[in-house]
């Protein structure tokens, strides 16, 4: 009689914790169905159709702003630039507030809770004035957001894919991809690139540019001067303990 009890109990027991965890599942499937079409929304909007020549042909020096990326800018002006990453689903607009630290971590572009966030600037970087950009992304299993980071462990992406673009106010800009690494943070004896904004000497450029080559899975033989502006793409990494995955982006020069 007592083994039936405790069986019936741990039947009992087992189709509950099966209800929970599809019930979990199921929350988190709609969190992400939902996070999705609100991006898709937005994205809508930066991809608008562009005039067919918004240039003064006497100003040769004239930048093209993307009017969708202003549009945004004016619904939310925390919206400060749109990152893409050409065979990846990051595809996303930028975020900076500096005045609460990571404070898109957890919200939508529209400041609502969004468990997938949205990709940021931290807060110590000033977009208008820097040697290396830092942008934050969640790693969501669905592939969402910088998941896709991923695919620079493996030399023949990055063979196929080695720029991105980075759309401000100010015009559209294209980065080299410089060096691509998993670290582990927050270790009291870890390579702080998440530290780096700008440099107080040349020294400490050519340092922080060296270390990001050395710890790269490859070579990409693409190196950095001080004074070129870098970016610094990071999302969490599941091989190291409290890792992360790094990508970093030299802006293509003029004579590239």
Known sequence: MMN???????????ILCISVSVYMLAGMYQEDVKSDQTYEEIRKVFDQEKPEDTKDPENEDEVYINPGL??????????????????TKIDYPV?????????????????????SGTPYIAEICDPEDFDNLILYGHHM?????????DKYKSESFYQEHKTFIYSTLHGNETYEVMACFAVPVYTGNDFAYYAFTKAETPLEYETFVETCRKKSYYDTGVTADYGDQLITLST??????????????????EDD
């Open 4 to 14: 039936r009890i405790a069986t019936g109990f741990l039947l009992l027991l087992s």
């Open 70 to 87: 202003l549009e945004l800018h004016e619904k939310n002006p925390d919206c400060v630039g749109w990152i893409h990453i050409e065979g």
């Open 95 to 115: 975020m900076y507030h500096p005045e609460e630290k990571n404070y898109y971590l957890r919200r939508n572009f529209h400041k609502e809770y969004d468990i």
């Open 141 to 149: 299993n669905s592939g969402a957001m910088f998941a896709h980071l």
């Open 236 to 253: 969490c990494e599941y091989s190291h303990k409290n890792g992360r995955m790094v990508v970093v982006g030299r802006l293509l020069r």
